[in-house]
């Protein structure tokens, strides 16, 4: 059966993870390691052809009936973040080799298909997300890269050089002015929509991009027990209004798909006895619409100035990152909206508000992503839960747009 | 010159550091033990007789003209915060023997005096706050105690003995059923009240008792670019609101006294795409009044209901600690009142929102304190300044105060 074997290779792949908590797989871990040796095997065994490119993104090849034709490929990652779920990227290679699988049964197509397993999607071990398929795309960070390092110190190209990559050559692993003919990511939604939608499948239209904030705020310390309530300047309170401008800047620009979180705060000194004399917050705000998100970030800061006057604390403001907004290609959703007919699967257009290889892969060709259920939105977290039926709905409507799309 | 000779002793026991930021003198580390000897060598000097109890707390003895008079004693501690100033503690130490100093060359009083050296008043090193002053009144906590460590994982009864102190033999350090005529304990404010209104003395009427909370917000984690943000339960968001509930509840209570803040909070998991799950903060309530802080915890719990239950989130409160304010004696502020008329110094009657040794002698004898102003309320940091005008005004006070006090 071949839902069995889906569910089979799911849960051997969850077997490679450390510690006893969900799953932990770093980027170029022993674990991922093993988890690509399994994969890669199960690709042989399709008698596809594997190659490894310099940073390591594996790519099986399995030739179509027109030897000129261009790729059609399918991809996504198997490191995760630590102690997450068993779905966010191990999926969208399952899905992949499920529907490369089927499609050897029923019969070649014209275009060979491609499987993409990428190296590196999650930042948490080197601090940079979607390395492989940026690589890939041929916007490699060399500089930045070359410094980074995991939280033992490991180095990224040391991490790549152990494993037998080639990180001297990571440019060679780009693929501009390759003829690539299309590239479709099935992938959890990470997110509540389709779920409480009740539908099985989304559409992917945009990838949002983040725009990251560093505010610090600074204000007087003093002890809690002698300084008035009135003659304060404490940090902790000024960032207090400030999470709920950001809530409050976000809730008003909902309709435009802008979110906006602070994702941490730290206090100095952070002991009981003293008023914060420092809090430093780190602010995520994201959307599809890139006018959208320069006007959040404006309207921010504009509230944050009239809070610190009122408080007569200081806020400086660091933009960290503000990257653009991915439209991914009107081509390849329309093809993933006929399977979706073809199948009478219910679906909806919608945006992604996490980022993904495929937001790299649109730079090299026609690019499309298939979104498929996650219980209570919850992703990044040993709860990460995806519904079998949901999974093989997702994989019925991979196929048949890989089909489509390399006939 | 006096003042020469008090400006000296306080620049000597500031050399007694380690660091190079501000003054970092723990308790019963080398630097602190240097401290101590230095002072224990000028109060041999005066012909004072030393003894040291089983905590170490040291007492300098210059008997009176009535040997069956009961000692009049005055003092406060030497070990500082990592990274504090320059006078915490060590002020009353210095201001003590000054004045007994004065009080030798002046002429003997009937009682005798005494000036004694607190064994660890900050919490900083082993957690535990004014040891010493517990200890001599009775109400050392043996079992905590003897369990707590420093950071590096040196214990406190381990400390002790390294030094050569009894730890064994805390409970005889207690002066419980001696007779003490006064104690009387001259300190920095550690507020901007006295700077503020331009006074040189606060006579200090009852130090503020911390009431301390932990509070606990769970929401639910989440992406911080998929979560649509009318579906998320964010810790942060519920926290932020407490942390301005804690300021509006401690500002309607203020007029009796009553401080609130919020010192510390940590958010997991902290990182920027992912909505916090859960947030814990620190809480300090003071004030003099027990029913003011009572009352003021009560409406903190009613509004943090509010917020939760607003937000869908869940809040726990602990109540860490909830100690009793404590009032000085009407007969000890009353000589230092006195003093001040008689030296036309202006002053103010005032409360202490921070816990000094005092605190602790007030349970053994009349005990009262003098506040001098520092520079914009600042202490616990390199930035703590009294200006040599308002410590010689003190010192000439806190003498006048013993004077009459020992008659």
């Not at 390395?131 to 490991?154: E, H, R, T, V, Y």
């Not at 099985?200 to 949002?208: C, F, M, N, T």
Request: net charge negative.
């Amino acid at each position: 059966m071949d839902r069995d074997w889906v569910l089979h290779v799911m849960d051997t792949v969850s077997g490679f993870s450390r510690g006893e908590t969900g799953i932990t797989r770093l980027a170029l871990s022993p674990e991922e390691m093993q988890a690509r040796s399994y994969v890669t095997g199960l690709m042989q065994e399709l008698e596809m052809r594997i190659r490894v490119d310099a940073i390591g993104n594996i790519i099986g090849r399995l030739e179509g009936t027109d030897p000129a034709a261009a790729p059609v490929c399918v991809g996504s990652h198997l490191d995760s973040v630590p102690e997450g779920g068993r779905y966010d990227g191990v999926l969208g290679v399952v899905a992949g080799l499920a529907a490369i699988r089927r499609i050897i049964k029923e019969g070649h197509t014209k275009h060979p298909l491609e499987l993409i397993i990428f190296t590196a999607e999650e930042s948490s071990r080197f601090g940079f997300a979607t390395m492989g398929s940026k690589a890939m795309a041929g916007i490699a960070d060399l500089k930045a890269w070359g410094k980074a390092k995991d939280s033992q110190g490991i180095g990224f190209l040391e991490a790549l050089a152990a494993v037998g990559f080639l990180p001297d050559q990571i440019e060679s692993a780009s693929r501009i002015g390759e003829a690539l003919h299309a590239f479709v990511e099935l992938h959890i939604e990470q997110g509540p929509v389709l779920e409480d939608a009740g539908l099985p499948i989304g559409i992917v239209e945009a990838i949002a991009a983040p725009t990251r904030l560093k505010i610090r705020v600074e204000g007087t310390p003093g002890h809690s027990g002698t300084t008035p309530m009135d003659s304060r300047e404490d940090a902790l309170v000024t960032a207090a209004q400030i999470i709920l401008a950001v809530r409050e800047v976000a809730l008003s620009r909902y309709g435009e798909g802008t979110v906006g979180t602070v994702g941490n705060i730290k206090v100095n000194p952070g002991v009981m006895n003293v008023i914060p004399g420092l809090a430093e917050m780190w602010v995520d705000i994201r959307g599809v619409d890139h006018d959208s998100i320069v006007e959040t970030v404006q309207e921010l800061k504009d509230e944050i100035s009239i809070i610190a006057e009122a408080e007569g604390t200081t806020v400086a403001i660091e933009v960290l990152t503000s990257d653009k907004p991915v439209r991914l290609h009107q081509s390849v959703s329309a093809a993933v909206e006929q399977a979706c007919k073809d199948l009478k699967v219910s679906y909806r257009r919608m945006n992604s508000g996490a980022g993904h290889d495929a937001m790299h892969m649109a730079a090299l060709c026609p690019t499309g992503m298939i979104f498929i259920p996650c219980a209570r939105g919850i992703s990044h977290n040993p709860e990460e839960f995806a519904a079998p039926d949901d999974i093989m709905t997702g994989i019925d409507v991979l196929t048949r747009t890989l089909r489509s799309l390399a006939e």
